[in-house]
Nanobody
Framework: QVQLAESGGGLVQVGGSLRLSCAAS????????MGWFRQAPGKEREFVAS????????IIGDAVKGRFTISWDNASNMMYLQMNSLKPDDTAVYYC????????????????WGQGIQVTVSS
């Protein structure tokens, strides 16, 4: 059974940085793309970033472009989201997800989801 577990969230001040981690287990993740999404209170889930199997390709959401970076370590089945220059609008629950395709996607078409982790940016 596929399991995804996020870590690294918390409270940070405006302009600060955090690195989220996602540990993937229970499956051989070859040919799986991975992604990060977020959901703020009262808002729909929003695409943040996606990375292809082996990390060859990646896409970043417009709201975080230039500030967030996604990476994927195939050897350890760990995915990361480096978040810099954080803003109050980045406050949300962040989810990691796995897609049954090697290709990146901005859509909500991921088969497996983590429980989510809170990120709060205070001003």
């Amino acid at each position: 059974q596929v399991q995804l577990a996020e870590s690294g969230g918390g409270l940070v001040q405006v302009g600060g940085s955090l690195r989220l981690s996602c540990a993937a287990s229970g499956h051989a993740f070859s040919n799986y793309a991975m992604g990060w999404f977020r959901q703020a209170p009262g808002k729909e889930r929003e695409f943040v970033a996606s990375i292809s199997w082996r990390g060859i390709n990646s896409i970043i959401g417009d709201a975080v472009k230039g500030r967030f970076t996604i990476s994927w370590d195939n050897a350890s089945n760990m995915m990361y989201l480096q978040m810099n220059s954080l803003k109050p609008d980045d406050t949300a629950v962040y989810y990691c997800a796995a897609r049954k395709s090697p290709f990146v996607s901005r859509n909500n078409d991921y088969a497996y989801w983590g429980q989510g982790i809170q990120v709060t940016v205070s001003s």
